[in-house]
């Protein structure tokens, strides 16, 4: 079952990833430390709690962020529209 379901699977891995790595909602609740937060959390409390900052290290934050998903995405592309798109479609 598990060969058939392997598409599938590997479809949820990649969108719980995705979200794990831009977790925002969670992290804001339990961490309060500046230093052990994470980096979209970071971004925000610069953002927020320093009153700013340079706005090109704010966007490079973002892009840091932005990077990993979208090489995930890049490299595991096919495995995605296997499990999203393929399962209606028999071989």
């Known amino acids: 079952m598990v060969p058939l379901s392997w ?3 590997s479809a949820v891995m990649i969108v719980t990833g995705q979200y794990i ?4 909602f969670w992290p804001n609740l ?3 430390d500046p ?3 994470t980096a979209p959390l970071a971004l925000y409390y610069q ?3 320093l009153g700013g900052g340079e706005i090109g290290a704010i966007f490079a934050g973002m892009s840091i962020l932005a990077v990993p998903a979208v090489i995930a995405f ?4 096919r495995k995605l529209m296997e499990g999203i ?3 209606g479609i028999s071989r």
Do not use: C, K, S, V
């Open 74 to 77: 890049i490299l595991l592309q």
């Open 85 to 87: 798109g393929y399962r």
């Open 7 to 9: 598409p599938a699977i």
């Open 47 to 49: 953002e927020t709690a």
């Open 30 to 32: 339990f961490i309060n």
């Open 21 to 24: 790595w831009n977790d925002f």
């Open 35 to 37: 230093t052990r937060m």
